[in-house]
């Protein structure tokens, strides 16, 4: 029997059982989720920037290369590039989202950062 995971997207709370070593992007697809990408999951474009949860993935050479030592020390991992390997919660940033699946719109998803850097409510 093929092993399984359950995945959690935040701030969304939709979950979905995927199997072992499924793309995070694909699971997000699969979960009604529509993340941006225009390099069809080559790891170049960046956006399908995801945060994982409490559960630290290697990066691949790409995430080295396009993201700061800080994005991967906070679990920030491209989803195109991330295997399904354990339970996951992934948080999903708006920026990330082609087409956000809130019920409140995106706006009351995610709190919006201010110039200043601190979030705003």
Known sequence: MAREHRVEFLPFGVKRTVADQQRVFDAAGAAGLDLASE?????????????????????????????????LDAGFRFACQTRVTRDLKVFIPEMTLRSPKTDGGPEEALPHPTPSGHEKG
């Open 39 to 71: 390099c069809s999951g080559g790891g170049t474009c960046g956006q399908c920037l995801v945060r994982l949860i409490r559960c630290f993935t290697e990066p691949t050479g790409n995430e080295v290369h396009l993201l700061s030592q800080g994005k």
